[in-house]
């Protein structure tokens, strides 16, 4: 893998950048893997990444029915954080959280990973005793996670409206400064560049079409370009989670919902963290490119469709002009709709299934993005020992026949 | 004041009698009514009003419509300032001021320049490969990177304008008003359909304003004008102008934004709204939204004078503005030859018309030729040079496979150069609709293939780019749409004629070979605003990324504002050509809505400020405001959270509530209770599926509380449910959970028991509630009520009576462990109920009192609130409620859940209560328990402080906690960890005042 740096940079740029390398093969794909991993997103890529880095296991390949990075990976708000209510939670995306703060370095790929802040305003007093159980527990759990007052507030978003004549005034909000936001491609840009440097296959236009097995037990894949003898298949498909697994003879307790987020037009720097809202419901940031990035609810309905429509938008824009009032002339610039795998109790799952062999990574709901490194790197253990890594054994499929949920409808921000 | 020294002497669509005074960048202009921005500032002579965004090239006008990249102006100041705007949009009026975006001191000395002298360090996606090291700088280069980007600012202050949207349906909608888009409204409103025909400019006409084109033997702009006439006087025509169809949504759902007085500026009067959002349906859609120009990819081709050939055509003509004195015109397709007679028309001097064709004849070019005009065919211009304008180009020959420039090159002098690279039709909304493009080789474009909805294309947007195509697709695709909308009449009237020359096809060249001695270093434009060469493009795919949605997140080619409708087909034909597939292999990306983007108070409309989410209020609210009651948001309503007296202090007040409360009597205002009116025969039988315990012994009269659970086995919500009479209910539910109990119920209904013979109506809001509550509620409500025998009334009961002359229905229930009685009164008469309450009260110093009193009192009895005590993890028995659920009927909802392992397990969490070793310590409410203390966290944590508070009946504080396995420690001592220290607590059983219900049942 040929190094960037701002001296490989100096270095094409005298011969007009006419020797990159390709930043990954596109192999055939072969006969049989070690592991094939179903989904060519930020996660199934983090998991190929370390398979092959933790692990040692190179023989992966990754495949992708449309473009690499092109599901939730390119269509979710770039929000990372770890400020989860549950211990378990805690653990899984801190781990996460800790990963993405060496990520540009790690992967030698510029994420643009930026530790400016998450906010998550309360508006009444159900919400200050919520956001102060929250604080606690995420404090307790040896995570950062601060109260702030509205005057505080104010001081470090000043955009924020935070009069208290507001409809819902803001009472306090609790704040990670570890928290923040990346660049979303990049995330997989750079993991597919970094497996594909340790051997892994990333084959992407390859659609699974039908997973095989001998008994109970998993033997290949059948896809758009032949089959594929292995002995072991994650399914990575965010969105398509419960239709990977019905290949493979599982019904899922998944519901997939589209989740609605779009951009401004770019403005000058105005907003330099990121402001959550249960109550006024929206979340946003500004990008590096100075959209005003942001989304709120799922639609109601039950879709596979990546399709937008007005009213759940129209919703979104009275929310953030409440929040922020001189929002009010900008523009919407695009909008779009990814499909999101919601659990009955809003936390993933990442795991062993019934069938040998046969492992699922999803279930992610709408805060997936933030949990790619985490879900990676504990998906790549379990896999490769066949076990699951204490930080996604509570995140197991036989949770829900024995009701040992892990409930964050409330840490997920978003209403389901 | 300057001159406008490039107006035509006469001619075009403005008005010379009105002269608006303007200015740009500080300085002052005039132009005419009729003008846009961009024609009036060409008619000053003004062509650099901008710099692009990542290397600060001076940039000119490059159209005259949405597809403009490069005049990107802040309109006004103050708080109706607004970035972004195209000048190329923007109507003139009197006082109108703008100013160039993303440039620092001035458009003309712009410092970000410097950029440009490191533009070989600054490739598509550098970002990606630098700023690594070392890790800790990040922040400080993306401050940098940040300030960098971006291009107007946001207002500072409120939005002062008003916004309004219409819903409405229709037969037909037209999107787009010229000549396909008007023959089709016309064709669809003659059969009697309901037609809606909406355009983004200020007049119908489209192109045909901005050419000299005939109709019928006429100037095409009298055919415009009749047809308008003859659509104005259908009555089920509406005629929309200034209102762009930005997007098209599931359903033949689709958003119009309507500008209603943007072009009248301070002038604009008070009443209407700045704009309107229209959500439409319609039965049939036309999208006639016609076809941009594309440009060609040739070193230097953004230098300020370079401009779209239809774009110059349009200010000759329309605005009667010469962009240039002179001009050479580069196309590789017939429609720029008109531009060239046009142009040469008004006086600019074409200097040559370069053709990549070969040999180009016809009565077009036979026509230049005749006015001894330069055709040069085979030729290509290959680079400009000039500074902050173009001053002249370079043209080169074209080998036959266009990748070479033959021979030496020619410089001719110019400062105007109109490209045409063939046109885009523009399919936004066809795309949006779910409908897959294909790729017309002809035409080298995209187009409209199979329709997803119930649509179809017509004109331009449908690859139709001669004027008689255009008009005989619009009425045909008309006719269908009202036919096909039930309107039997819809036949298609004759097409007028429209006589134009035979065109012969275009040369798609997708970038114009650099001559051999500069292969390197010159930079061919695609994408203008985001400064994305096709050098970019082709690193892009040297690098991998290949697929169309990878080229353009990685290049950023056509993210721009102007979402690549001059460079995305470009882009693609470029990764085409460098990857060695077709463009037609390559693809297309999506198109995303809107087609130009929309405000975000046009999207929000009227919820704004105190509509945003309309605050609800008892029938009491005024009186509990006059006499100071502090309010807390529970929900949408606003409740009174206490009433302090003169500079009281919250516990103060919430003291001495508690106290009258447990002494005399209290009042408090319940009317936001959630309240359901249940009937039908088997009204029962939903009780017993969605309650926990069992229903049928209720008789009328009677009242009895009752538990729901989610299908989890967890509490979901509580309330009092009473008998009315024979299959007839009164449900009560948490203020909070009213409407989502009433829609779970529903769905349950609707879904799952279909069979079910049940109503429900939600009648939270017909009842006012005044709940009176201690040792004399009883008899104050004698005093007042004499048709209710109160001594035969028990503890869960109603009865129907008179209070105070007020027919009610008074329910004996508590909610805070004392004598009580709720009346409920029509919602009219709560303040008479209420204040009949407070005279009679008067004798037992009745004190009302809020919900943080309400809060104290039951929490002193161990009552849960649901969502306050609970979290959605919590089952009946973790409460130590397994009296309320029953073991006997057959199923309820949740009841499966117990049996999970998890659900089973004895040492969940537990409800208790937790007193201080301090009394006088209120510990917060959130508070978690440790197990273990350690100096720092991680800490175990065995559960947390649902609620607490001071009790004034007891003189110390209380708390009830969820801990685990805390039924079986009960006597223990815990420790909660605050933040800045560890405060000690024992756990009792979570009841702390009455335990034995004495004075419930007084």
Redo the contacts between chains.
């Keep these: 893998m040929a190094k ?3 001296f ?3 270095r094409n ?1 005298r011969d ?3 020797n ?7 192999p055939e794909p072969k006969d049989a893997y070690d592991v094939v991993i179903i989904g060519g997103g930020g996660h199934g890529l983090a998991t190929a990444y370390y398979l092959a880095r933790e692990h040692g296991i190179t023989s992966v390949a990754v495949l992708e029915k ?3 990075g ?1 599901g939730n990976t ?1 269509r979710n708000t770039t929000i990372v954080r770890s400020n989860y209510l549950w ?1 378990e939670s805690a653990a899984i995306y801190d781990k996460s959280l800790k990963l993405w703060e ?1 990520l ?2 790690e992967l ?3 994420v ?4 400016r802040g998450v906010l998550n305003l309360a ?4 919400d200050l ?9 995420i ?4 995570v950062d996670s601060e109260f702030l007052t509205p005057a505080e507030i104010k001081a470090f978003c000043p955009i924020l409206n935070t009069s208290p004549k507001a ?2 005034p803001i009472l306090g909000a609790s704040l990670q400064r570890r928290g923040g936001n990346a ?1 979303h ?2 995330v997989a ?2 993991y597919a560049r970094a497996a594909d440097a340790r051997g892994v296959d990333i084959i ?1 236009n390859c659609e699974v079409t039908g997973i095989r097995r001998k008994g109970r037990k998993v033997v290949g894949v059948e896809t758009t370009r032949g089959v594929i003898k292995t002995g072991k298949v994650a399914s990575v498909a965010a969105g398509h989670t419960s239709v990977v697994a019905a290949m493979a003879g599982l019904r899922l307790p998944i519901e997939s919902h589209p989740l609605q987020a779009l951009v ?7 907003l ?1 963290t990121v402001v959550m809202s249960g109550l ?1 419901h929206v979340y946003v940031s ?1 990008s ?3 959209e005003l990035i942001m989304g709120a609810g799922i639609d109601a309905h039950n879709s596979y ?1 990546q ?4 009213h759940t ?3 979104m ?6 929040l922020f ?12 709709a990814g499909v999101v795998d919601i659990c ?1 109790d809003a936390s993933p799952i990442v795991g062993k299934t019934p069938v040998e062999g046969f492992y699922i990574n999803g279930g992610w709901g709408t805060g997936g993005f933030k949990a790619t490194p985490g879900s990676g790197w504990a998906f790549a253990y379990t896999i490769a020992n066949d076990r699951p890594h204490p930080l996604n054994e509570p995140f197991a499929l036989e ?1 829900f ?5 892990i ?1 964050e ?2 840490a997920a921000g978003v209403a389901h | 004041m300057s001159r406008q020294v490039n107006r035509r002497p006469e001619g075009g669509r403005i008005d010379r009698d009105r002269s608006l005074g303007f200015t740009f960048n500080g300085r002052r202009y005039t132009g005419f009514a009729g003008d846009t921005l961009a024609s009036a500032l060409l008619a000053n002579g003004v062509m650099l009003v901008g710099r692009s965004f990542k290397f600060h090239r001076p940039r000119g006008i490059f159209s005259c419509g949405a597809e403009e990249p490069n005049a990107i102006v802040q309109l006004g100041a103050g708080a109706r300032t607004e970035p972004n705007l195209r000048a190329t949009q923007i109507e003139l009026f009197e006082g109108l001021e703008a100013a160039s975006v993303n440039c620092w001191p001035s458009v003309e000395f712009d410092a970000g320049a410097v950029s440009d002298w490191f533009s070989r360090l600054m490739p598509a996606g550098f970002y990606y490969k630098t700023f690594m090291w070392p890790a800790r700088f990040w922040p400080q280069y993306e401050y940098v990177i940040r300030h960098a980007a971006g291009l107007g600012r946001a207002p500072a202050e409120k939005d002062p304008d008003r916004y309004e949207k219409f819903h409405v349906h229709c037969d037909v909608l037209v999107a787009g008003g010229g000549p396909a888009g008007l023959a089709a409204a016309f064709a669809a409103g003659r059969s009697g359909a309901r037609v809606i025909l909406a355009d983004e400019h200020s007049e119908f006409g489209g192109a045909l304003l901005g050419l000299g084109a005939g109709i019928g033997g006429k100037p095409a702009i009298e055919w415009v004008e009749s047809t308008v006439g003859k659509l104005r006087g259908m009555a089920e025509v509406r005629l929309l102008p200034r209102s762009t169809v930005f997007g098209y949504y599931d359903h033949n759902d689709l958003g119009i934004a309507e500008r209603v007085t943007d072009h009248l500026g301070p002038a604009a009067p008070p009443g209407p709204p700045r704009q309107r959002l229209w959500k439409v349906r319609a039965k049939q859609v036309v999208l006639a939204a016609g076809a941009h120009e594309r440009p060609l990819v040739f070193a230097d081709n953004d230098r300020p004078g370079v401009m779209l050939a239809s774009a110059a055509q349009a200010y000759v003509n329309r605005y009667a503005v010469r962009p240039g004195e002179r001009a050479v015109v580069v196309t590789n397709n017939d429609s720029a030859y008109q531009v060239a007679l046009d142009l040469d028309d008004a006086g600019v001097k074409v200097a040559a018309l370069v053709d990549l064709r070969p040999a180009p004849e016809g009565p077009l070019a036979d026509a230049l030729r005749d006015r001894g005009i330069d055709v040069l065919g085979g030729r290509a211009v290959v680079a400009t040079s000039g500074g902050r304008r173009v001053d002249a180009v370079e043209v080169g020959r074209l080998n036959d496979d266009a990748d070479r420039i033959v021979g030496g090159t020619r410089r001719i002098n110019c400062d105007l150069v109109c490209v045409s690279g063939g046109w885009n039709p523009a399919v936004h909304l066809f795309s949006q609709s779910r409908g897959k493009l294909r790729f017309d080789a002809a035409g080298a474009c995209f187009t409209p293939g199979d329709s997803y909805q119930a649509e179809r294309s017509a004109g331009a947007c449908n690859g139709a780019f001669r004027l008689a195509d255009c008009l005989a697709q619009g009425l045909a695709a008309g006719a269908a749409a009202a036919r096909d909308a039930g309107f039997r009449k819809g036949r298609a009237p004759a097409a007028p004629k429209a006589p134009e020359p035979e065109a012969a096809p275009l040369r798609a060249v997708w970038r114009i070979p650099l001559p051999g001695d500069r292969a390197r270093g010159a930079k061919q434009f695609v994408d203008l605003q985001h400064d994305v060469t096709a050098a970019d493009v082709a690193l892009a795919a040297r690098e991998g990324y290949a697929a169309v949605e990878h080229l353009k997140r990685y290049t950023t080619t056509g993210m721009g504002t102007d979402q690549g409708k001059t460079s995305n087909v470009n882009a693609l034909g470029i990764l085409g050509q460098v990857t060695g597939t077709d463009i037609a292999g390559v693809g297309a990306t999506t198109f995303r809505p809107p087609y130009t983007p929309v405000g975000y108070g046009l999207l929000a409309g009227r919820d704004v400020d105190h509509l945003f989410d309309p605050a609800r209020r008892t029938p009491m609210h005024a009186w509990h405001e006059s006499v100071g009651a502090v309010f807390e948001d529970v929900g949408q309503w606003k409740r009174a959270w206490y009433y302090p007296r003169g500079a009281e202090s919250m516990r103060a007040a919430v003291d001495r509530e508690c106290l009258a409360v447990r002494n005399s009597v209290g009042i408090v205002d319940a009317s936001t209770l959630g309240k359901i009116d249940v009937q039908g025969a088997d009204a029962l039988e939903l009780l017993n599926r969605v309650y926990t315990n069992a229903w049928d012994t209720l008789k009328p009269g009677r009242c009895r509380y009752g538990l729901m659970l989610g299908e989890d086995g967890m509490l979901f919500d509580d309330g009092v449910t009473s008998c009315l009479g024979e299959n007839h209910y009164h449900m009560t539910t948490t203020t909070g959970g009213a409407e989502r109990v009433l829609a779970w119920l529903e769905q349950w209904l609707q879904t799952e028991w279909p069979r079910l013979k049940v109503y429900l109506t939600s009648v939270t809001t017909h009842w006012a509630v005044a709940a009176i509550q201690g040792p004399n509620a009883r008899r104050l409500l004698a005093e007042l009520c004499d048709d209710v025998d109160l001594g035969a009334f028990p503890f869960m009961s109603w009865r129907d009576g008179t209070v105070a002359g007020i027919p009610a229905r008074i329910f004996r229930v508590s909610f805070s462990g004392e004598l009580s009685y709720e009346i409920n009164v029509p919602s009219s008469l709560g303040v008479a109920l209420w204040q009949a309450l407070m005279t009679a009260g008067a004798r037992y110093g009745i004190t009302p009192y809020g919900t943080e009193a309400m809060l104290v009192l039951r929490a002193e009895k161990g009552y849960v609130v649901v969502g306050h005590d609970t979290d959605g993890t919590v089952t009946p028995q973790d409460l130590g409620m397994d009296w309320i659920v029953s073991k006997k009927k057959k199923d309820f909802l949740g009841k499966r859940s117990f049996a999970r392992s998890d659900t089973a397990r004895p040492d969940r969490k537990h409800l208790v209560g937790l007193l201080t070793e301090d009394p006088r310590e209120v510990v917060p409410e959130g508070s978690q328990i440790v197990e273990e203390v350690r100096p720092a966290p991680p800490m175990p944590m065995g559960g947390h402080v649902t609620s607490s508070y001071w009790s004034a009946a007891l003189g110390r504080s209380i708390a009830m906690a969820l801990l685990v396995n805390g039924r079986n420690r009960h006597g223990e001592t815990v420790t909660i960890s605050l933040p800045d220290r560890n405060v000690r607590a024992a756990v009792t059983k979570p009841v702390f005042y009455d335990p034995e219900g004495e004075k419930l049942r007084a």
């Design positions: 960037y740096s701002i490989s940079l100096l740029a007009d950048h006419q990159w390398p390709r930043v990954w093969r596109s449309g473009w690499l092109g390119a211990d060496g540009s370095q030698n790929f510029n643009m990973f930026s530790q508006h009444n007093q159900h005793r919520d956001l102060s159980r929250r604080i606690n527990a404090r307790l759990n040896g409809r819902y660049r491609d990049a840009w750079g992407q401004s037009e770019p403005i000058k720097p105005v330099d006024v500004q590096d490119r100075g469709a399709r937008s429509g007005l938008i129209e919703h824009m009275a929310s953030i002009i409440e009032p001189l929002v009010s002339r900008l523009r919407m610039m695009r909008q779009w009955p949770r026949s024995s009701g040992r949920l409930d409808h409330g």
